[in-house]
């Protein structure tokens, strides 16, 4: 069918859903006793986006941020309300995700490609846009990159996922790329200038999906879908074929997971914890697994089922399989030299391992962008310059992309606000309460390796064959 008659059909088919629905996702509605209430918010919930992501400059706040030139040369960080001023419905926006209840099950994220990256931190705690977001990605590059990590960090598929933007394709567009992911892309040229797009955006998700057979999509300014790419055949073989991959990521909360084929030309596989072999029920990340791929009479897709855990067998009698976690500077550092006695973080990471586990500390390849307020937190308890530089410092020869340390863990625990901006649980994570995530994980203790490690960094915990004699004495 040509893409034009396409959109004609489906725009009517839209229309003709919506006289059907008698809710709205608002709940802006009355209905006769509590228990139907309570029936359609379930129902409503379900239909959410599992997580909504915004762009920032031109779609949160105007103008983007390269163009404050003054400010630049002048070494000055922009000041909210003034510089840099919220679009009006992005505000309202906002105020109904707060205030909504039926937005509590959602999760929020940025995505944004500015190179001003310390400004854009800055706007977001100035607006006091902040704590709103549990997954933050801000730097330059490619926009998938930024939802490779979200989807990675977060274990949310990118079909359940909505996304904002004001740049639609060409050099610098984001919406057609993220859409190619299987992201439904909203493309707001003006920003959030109205409230309006937002709950457009939201009655197209629902009616996408409902689709039995999704497609690749964009939302346009005026509301309407622009089919992109039909969700059709998957690389991998469908009827049955046994495979070997290796878990890639894994969402214990939710109970779900991909899998990477051996097959490197073949797509990552979705798989549910339903389908693993009673005896893999301890599967995680980096785990080598066989298993079945079928297809999923539901929506046509690619799933593993039969998923059944390899032998972890040493690879040498003189390795050992360890699992390891990576943080970024300054924060390893101050966690691998004893400072840092809480490590915290928005996600569910270090939930499935009880206390007493013992993890590698990987430091990642990039410096945290936190403006430098962890010297603030540090000096509030009496250190002076020289003694938190010290903190801050690996030994020579440890650095990024190693494993340097081990770490024992301690109990997770879910945090409030006002837990975190305790004095002192800010000094024992080295960040302020906004700034730190509501899982909290303590550190009982910690150890430098005898030699560092190099190891290529991945997201959430992960495992390493190591040499046996790296790991010091005591903690074998």
Not at 143 to 161: A, D, T, V, W
Not at 195 to 205: G, K, M, P, Y
Request: aromatic share 10%.
């Amino acid at each position: 069918m040509h893409v034009f008659a396409f959109k004609v059909v489906l725009g009517l088919q839209f229309k003709l859903a919506s006289c059907f629905l008698t809710v709205s996702y608002t709940s802006t509605f009355s209905m006769g006793n509590t228990k139907t209430m309570m029936q359609a918010q379930t129902k409503i919930s379900s239909s959410l986006p599992s997580m909504i992501v915004f762009d920032l400059d031109n779609t949160i706040w105007t103008p983007e941020l390269y163009i404050l030139r003054r400010s630049r040369r002048d070494h000055e960080l922009p000041v909210a309300g003034k510089d840099v001023q919220m679009f009006s419905g992005a505000q309202r926006v906002i105020e109904i995700i707060r205030t909504d209840s039926v937005w509590q099950e959602v999760q929020f994220a940025v995505a944004s490609r500015t190179q001003s990256v310390d400004w854009a931190h800055h706007l977001l705690r100035e607006f006091g846009l902040r704590d709103l977001f549990q997954f933050v990605e801000i730097f330059p590059g490619d926009k998938k990159s930024h939802f490779s990590n979200l989807q990675r960090n977060s274990g949310i598929p990118y079909c359940e996922m909505l996304f904002f933007d004001d740049s639609r394709d060409g050099k610098y567009g984001n919406c057609l790329p993220v859409s190619e992911l299987g992201v439904l892309s909203v493309h707001c040229p003006h920003g959030l200038h109205t409230e309006d797009i937002f709950h457009t955006a939201i009655e197209r998700f629902r009616e996408w999906q409902s689709l039995e057979s999704r497609f690749h999509a964009v939302v346009e300014e005026d509301g309407s879908l622009t089919p992109i790419k039909r969700i059709g055949a998957e690389s991998l073989p469908r009827n049955g074929k046994s495979m070997n991959g290796i878990i890639k990521m894994i969402n214990q909360e939710r109970q779900f997971g991909f899998i990477r084929p051996r097959d490197k030309s073949a797509k990552d596989i979705f798989f549910h914890f339903s389908n693993l072999h009673s005896s893999s029920d301890q599967i995680e990340r980096g785990d080598k697994v066989s298993f079945v791929s079928a297809v999923d009479p539901k929506n046509g897709r690619n799933i593993a089922t039969n998923i059944e855990l390899a032998s972890s067998k040493r690879i040498s009698p003189d390795t050992v399989e360890m699992r390891v976690f990576s943080m970024n500077l300054p924060f390893a550092a101050l966690l691998a030299n004893g400072y840092k006695t809480l490590e915290t973080r928005n996600g569910t990471m270090f939930t499935p391992y009880p206390e007493g586990t013992k993890m590698l500390l990987h430091v990642g390849q990039r410096i945290y962008p936190d403006e430098d307020k962890h010297i603030e937190v540090m000096k509030s308890g009496g250190l002076t310059i020289d003694e938190i530089s010290k903190l801050k410092s690996l030994p020579e020869g440890y650095g990024k992309g190693m494993a340097v340390a081990i770490c024992e863990i301690g109990k997770t625990f879910e945090t409030t606000l006002e837990q975190r901006s305790d004095p002192n649980f800010q000094r024992r994570v080295g960040a302020f309460g906004a700034d730190s995530g509501r899982m909290a994980t303590e550190i009982k203790r910690v150890e430098f390796l005898k030699r560092p490690i190099r190891l290529s960094g991945q997201g959430g915990v992960f495992k390493a064959q190591v040499e046996i004699d790296v790991i010091p004495e005591g903690w074998r």
